[in-house]
């Protein structure tokens, strides 16, 4: 069932599109969910609400674009709603605290695993991986990020710099 039948056999009420739709999205979603909570118990819960919130608002999304992006926006914001309702998300650094910890060959190392990197990130404290997952991995800009997390932009540049250079830091221990 290709996607645009799946979306309107959901708002039908059709419970086995329902469950094809999340069994379809589930999977990638929960890995997105992985990178911005601390554990799988916490990326769980989010994927859920996610999901949640992707059926109550299935109507809104009928013929705006690919499914899985506007998904994937749900999930995300769901992550960053979870981690703001919990906890204080960041703190204000400057840049320059920051820069010099990086060196320009950066950290790219080919016999690293997925998991292993996914562990390394979910290892992250938080304000630095969730401005990670959302520079690196979603591609926000940094106005965007500190828009949509209510920091400023020099804030959001420098958790990026700090966990750039957290994950150089743990990868030239290993």
């Not at 999977?27 to 949640?52: H, W």
Request: glycine residues 4%; neutral net charge; contains cysteine.
């Amino acid at each position: 069932m290709d996607d645009n039948t799946l979306v309107k056999e959901c708002l039908n009420e059709n419970s086995k599109a329902q469950k094809a739709l999340f069994d379809k999205f589930a999977p990638k979603m929960l890995s997105v969910c992985l990178r911005y909570m601390k554990n799988t118990e916490q990326a769980e819960d989010a994927l859920q609400d996610g999901f949640i919130k992707v059926f109550r608002y299935l109507k809104s999304c009928e013929n705006t674009g690919a499914l899985e992006g506007w998904i994937r926006r749900i999930i995300v914001n769901t992550c960053l709603d979870e981690l703001k309702k919990n906890k204080k998300l960041l703190l204000n650094v400057s840049v320059e605290e920051v820069e010099y910890k990086l060196e320009s060959n950066d950290f790219v190392q080919e016999q690293m695993m997925a998991d292993d990197l996914l562990k390394l990130i979910q290892s992250m404290p938080e304000g630095y991986r969730v401005i990670f997952n959302m520079f690196a991995i979603e591609g926000y800009a940094h106005q965007e990020i500190a828009t949509k997390l209510g920091i400023s932009e020099s804030t959001s540049k420098s958790q990026y710099l700090r966990a750039r250079a957290y994950l150089k830091n743990r990868i030239d221990k290993r």
